[in-house]
Structure formats: C-alpha cells, structure tokens
C-alpha cells in the first residue's frame, strides 16, 4: 500500500461520512432556519426550542433514510474488502 491508496481510501471514507450524515444535516439545518425566524419574528427566546425539534427532525430523518445510510456504508465496506482481497 502506497500514499496514493491511503489517500483514495481516506476520500472515499470521507465522501462516504459526507453521503451518510447529509440528509439528517440539511434537515436540521432547514428546522434551524424555520425556527430562527420564528423566534425573530415573535421575538420568543427559550432555548429548548431550538434543541428539541431539531433533535426530533433528526430523529426522524436517520430513520427515514436509514436504508441509503446503510447502503452507502455497505459500499465502502465492500470496496475496502475487495482492496484487501486484492492486496491493495
């Protein structure tokens, strides 16, 4: 294994963690955006409505796209395997 391999392997992990966490971020995001505004607008500053939506949107989105997270991890792990296999 040389530094070209590692470094294709750490890009692929690293794109792979990108794939994975990206619909549960860009929801929490959106919520975050949602009710930023809402407190602006009614100008209601309590804290535990920022956390606990976003932890429900969460919540739900890890369960909604829990198929393509794991079939982005079971591709890396298969291509991981196949270049052990091969011996890189």
Do not use: C, H
């Amino acid at each position: 294994m040389n530094e070209a391999d590692a470094l294709d392997i750490v890009q692929s992990a690293i794109w792979t963690v990108i794939m994975a966490s990206g619909p549960a971020i860009a929801a929490a995001m959106a919520i975050g955006i949602v009710i930023a505004l809402f407190q602006a607008l009614t100008q209601i500053q309590e804290m535990t409505l920022t956390f606990v939506p976003k932890i429900l949107v969460i919540f739900v989105m890890i369960a909604l796209t829990a198929p393509f997270i794991g079939a982005q991890l079971y591709t890396f792990t298969e291509m991981i395997y196949a270049r052990i296999e091969t011996g890189f």
